[in-house]
């Protein structure tokens, strides 16, 4: 699950990381007060950002031909300018698609003066089975360019998960991102209170970029999350309630939200050929091998490994819900999962949604031939497939006739 900017700060302000003064607007009418706040802190700016879980924001553009979606603001009056362009529009970046998102929140933050912007992100290192902590001296930038460009540039420390993270840990990435004095320290700080946030709140990432050193209005340096991502593991969201209610259902596809509710994992897609599949290892290698032969995946659709009668026809109505579906696949290996039941579920869904589309079905493993027998005596128009390679090219066919 993924929140917005300003959730992630509150979540790592509860840490102990410093974030600039902000104030989250929801409408118009608590810009000015929000931003009258943020003038008399005494910035002399207010930065407007527009709050849609996407990056790029201060690079995209407006559906209204408005460009920026992030803006700096140097008067109260200037900030209301830029948050009437940008509440309710759609804002097009470079991870929206074409399509855009719309802008629902804005967080008005002060405008810091930053001396110096770095990277630091904590995520899990799957290959060595160890959180790992990412710091770079090049912040503002794109990380995966950095790391093809100066991957010397980028420091790791990997943390042992029994212990967490050691302050003599916190002291090498401080010194690697060249800060010291009460910088230095400062930023051990900061580092440790970015893992604990990881650590804490069951993130699968938490991204400062940038991570920068502010001169405060005494002339003193200090360090701050200026921006910040947060990506927390679904499977882990029953332990918080709270970040679970940070949840917003306006920056998801609708068809993904009703896939939810039925524990679908479930990625809209641009193709015609739908996919329903067990594992989602399975359902990758299904939208490859429907490429290979010539298709283009509708979807990613895994019921995981102990889907229901009523999972698999929620997962069809799910599928039928989107218009530009012309065939589906249904590529089922039984492990865990009985293939009667699938097929059970799968002639109930065709009579119920009354599909009128090919639909292409590969069963093989635990109880199989139940499976098979179940399809052949439904009565239903159902086409099998011998392999997923002969499954997948009579759907190809199927489609394009």
Same mark, same amino acid.
Do not use: C
């Given at each position: 699950m993924n929140i917005h900017e300003y959730q992630a700060k509150q979540l790592l302000a509860k840490y102990g990381v410093a974030v600039p003064f902000e104030i989250p607007a929801k409408s118009l009418a608590e810009v000015?007060? *929000?931003?009258?706040?943020?003038?008399?802190?005494? !910035? !002399?700016?207010?930065?407007? +950002?527009? /709050?849609?879980?996407?990056?790029?924001?201060?690079?995209?553009?407006?559906?209204?031909?408005?460009?920026?979606?992030?803006?700096v603001a140097s008067s109260v009056d200037e900030a209301?300018?830029?948050? %009437?362009?940008?509440?309710?529009?759609?804002?097009?970046?470079?991870?929206?698609?074409?399509?855009?998102?719309?802008? /629902?929140?804005?967080?008005?933050? *002060? =405008? #810091?003066?930053?001396?110096? %912007?770095?990277?630091?992100?904590?995520?899990?290192?799957?290959? &060595?089975?160890?959180?790992?902590? $990412?710091?770079?001296t090049e912040g503002g930038m794109d990380i995966e360019e950095v790391a093809e460009k100066h991957p010397e540039k980028i420091f790791k420390e990997h943390i042992d998960p029994a212990v967490g993270i050691m302050p003599f840990q916190a002291r090498k990435i401080s010194a690697a991102l060249g800060l010291k004095g009460d910088l230095f320290n400062a930023g051990v700080k900061l580092i440790t209170g970015v893992y604990n946030t990881w650590w804490e709140c069951? *993130?699968? $990432?938490? %991204?400062?970029?940038?991570?920068?050193?502010? #001169?405060?209005?005494? =002339?003193?340096?200090?360090v701050m999350a200026l921006d910040a991502k947060i990506s927390l593991d679904?499977?882990?969201?029953?332990?918080? +309630?709270?970040?679970? @209610? $940070?949840?917003?259902?306006? @920056? @998801?596809?609708?068809? #993904?939200?009703?896939?939810?509710?039925? &524990?679908?994992?479930?990625?809209?897609?641009?193709g015609s050929i739908a996919c329903l599949v067990n594992g989602a290892g399975l359902a990758m290698a299904t939208m490859d091998i429907i490429q290979h032969f010539g298709g283009n995946p509708a979807n990613f659709l895994d019921v995981g490994g102990g889907?229901?009668? @009523?999972?698999?026809?929620?997962?069809?109505?799910?599928?039928?819900?989107?218009?530009?579906?012309?065939?589906?696949?249904?590529?089922i290996f039984g492990g865990i999962m009985d293939c009667n039941v699938i097929a059970t579920g799968i002639v109930a869904a065709v009579k119920e949604t009354h599909l009128n589309i090919p639909l292409v079905v590969r069963l093989e493993g635990n109880n199989v031939?139940? =499976?098979?027998?179940?399809?052949? %005596?439904?009565?239903?128009?159902?086409?099998? =497939?011998?392999? $997923?390679?002969?499954?997948?090219?009579?759907?190809?066919?199927?489609?394009?006739?």
């Open positions: 000015r007060p *929000a931003a009258d706040k943020i003038a008399a802190s005494g !910035s !002399s700016r207010v930065v407007v +950002k527009s /709050q849609i879980h996407a990056g790029g924001r201060g690079k995209g553009t407006f559906k209204t031909g408005f460009q920026g979606g992030v803006k209301v300018s830029f948050a %009437e362009k940008m509440l309710g529009n759609v804002l097009v970046t470079k991870q929206t698609g074409a399509d855009g998102r719309k802008v /629902q929140t804005l967080l008005l933050a *002060a =405008g #810091e003066k930053i001396k110096k %912007e770095f990277y630091l992100a904590v995520l899990l290192d799957r290959a &060595n089975s160890r959180p790992l902590v $990412m710091a770079s069951d *993130a699968a $990432m938490v %991204e400062l970029n940038p991570l920068a050193v502010v #001169e405060l209005a005494d =002339g003193k340096e200090t679904d499977n882990a969201l029953y332990r918080h +309630k709270d970040i679970l @209610e $940070m949840r917003d259902l306006n @920056e @998801e596809a609708p068809l #993904e939200i009703e896939a939810s509710k039925f &524990n679908l994992n479930y990625i809209k897609l641009d889907a229901s009668k @009523e999972q698999v026809t929620a997962a069809f109505k799910i599928i039928l819900s989107d218009p530009n579906v012309k065939g589906i696949l249904v590529n031939a139940a =499976g098979k027998k179940t399809l052949a %005596e439904s009565g239903v128009a159902i086409i099998t =497939g011998d392999s $997923m390679a002969d499954a997948a090219q009579k759907v190809v066919k199927a489609v394009g006739k």
